[in-house]
């Protein structure tokens, strides 16, 4: 028997709502794009951003907006007004609701249990490393949005690697720092209060993310030396090198 999901809790309707609309990979994509775009889009530039159909991205974005994370209007892009100036564009953006809540500091404790919640659906696998496959595999679709929104290229060495990845992380509240060794230390972990709770799990869960947008920018790198203050370290920091160094 199903639960009316107007009975659940706030936080249980806002993990459904969450797992509805952004629990499609191929979405999380389509959605993270428009979200960094900061700007309309239209279909053609989101298929090319996400490497999909058109028609597939058209399909993702129409859910999108349904499930209330998008807006969409219709607007001329030629300037020209009147008989024959064509029909206009369908454009895409992020939904005015969404522009101060949702994947920011507050939602990040709510997007932890998320993951969580989703080791239950999952047979057969070892829990820990399904969700920092979870947390790398959302990890590298930040980086690889940060990308496709012109914010940030893909970056060739270590230390341009590491600007990026500081830049991204930081915008999406975890506060990151890094020294000229390429050493990334938080001052804000918006996995805190969570990370208190379980910090094994959930500190692994934030080195997964970490390594996906790390991923993102510079395959070849990897993170070393990782510690947490919720596991009796100093500060949460990890040390960014080539290769398997660490």
């Not at 993990?15 to 900061?38: H, K, N, S, Y």
């Not at 700007?39 to 907006?65: Q, S």
């Not at 996906?212 to 510079?218: E, Q």
Request: charged share 30%; hydrophobic share 40%.
């Amino acid at each position: 028997m199903s639960t009316d999901p107007a009975t659940l809790p706030d936080d249980e309707q806002e993990i459904q709502r969450l797992v509805a609309a952004l629990g499609d990979p191929t979405r999380r994509r389509v959605f993270f794009v428009v979200r960094e775009a900061g700007v309309l889009m239209g279909k053609d530039e989101v298929a090319e951003a996400v490497g999909i159909t058109r028609r597939l991205a058209g399909f993702h974005l129409d859910k999108l907006v349904e499930q209330g994370f998008l807006q969409a209007e219709f607007q001329r892009r030629t300037g020209r007004t009147g008989p024959g100036a064509g029909r206009p564009a369908k454009l895409y953006a992020l939904a005015e609701a969404e522009e101060d809540s949702l994947l920011e500091v507050k939602h990040y404790d709510l997007l932890a249990e998320l993951l969580l919640k989703a080791m239950g659906d999952r047979s057969g696998e070892d829990p820990q490393e399904v969700l920092e496959r979870v947390g790398y595999e959302f990890g590298r679709e930040l980086g690889e949005a940060e990308r496709a929104a012109g914010r940030s290229p893909s970056y060739s060495t270590t230390t341009d690697a590491v600007a990026g990845v500081v830049g991204v992380l930081t915008r999406f509240g975890f506060g990151a720092s890094a020294n000229d060794d390429g050493r990334i230390t938080l001052r804000a972990c918006p996995f805190e209060e969570m990370a208190k709770v379980d910090p094994e799990r959930v500190c692994g869960l934030d080195r997964a993310i970490w390594r996906g947008v790390l991923a993102a920018f510079n395959p070849g790198a990897t993170l070393a030396s990782a510690t947490a203050r919720a596991q009796g370290d100093e500060a949460c920091a990890a040390l960014v090198v080539e290769g398997d160094q660490g």
